[in-house]
């Protein structure tokens, strides 16, 4: 079994800044992707951003949090971040981050899912 488990968040004035981080524990052999969705009521999930595993950490971020947001990892410590700048009111969402992961060297890659922070920002 995996976990991914979440800290950071809360509330923040437009403009401010947050930093949202995410470690997963449990059966790992390895990591893929790790990355961060978002939701608000009624909306469907939208991916914020995502980086590649095996040693490139490729990036890629939805085109509203460029430049404003950066997702980093830690392979050595499974951990993602996601350092969160110049926020918006539209940013406010809950964030869940996810991992990609593959429990043994001959298995398949699963998603595993955080529990959700909650991120506002006010104006």
């Known amino acids: 079994q995996v976990q991914l488990v979440e800290s950071g968040g809360g509330l923040v004035q437009a403009g401010g800044s947050l930093r949202l981080s995410c470690a997963a524990s449990?059966?790992?052999?390895?990591?893929?992707?790790m990355g961060w969705y978002r939701q608000t009521p009624g909306k469907q999930r939208e991916l914020v951003a995502v980086?590649?595993?095996?040693?490139?950490?490729?990036?890629v971020y939805a085109d509203s949090v460029k430049g404003r947001f950066t997702i980093l990892r830690d392979n050595a410590k499974n951990t993602v971040s996601l350092q969160m700048n110049t926020l918006k009111p539209e940013d406010t969402a809950v964030y869940y981050c996810?991992?990609?992961?593959?429990?043994?060297?001959?298995?398949?890659?699963?998603?595993?899912w955080g529990q959700g922070a909650q991120v506002t920002v006010s104006s």
């Open positions: 449990g059966s790992i052999f390895d990591i893929n992707n």
């Open positions: 980086i590649s595993g095996g040693g490139t950490s490729t990036t």
């Open positions: 996810f991992a990609n992961v593959r429990s043994s060297g001959y298995g398949s890659y699963y998603p595993y």
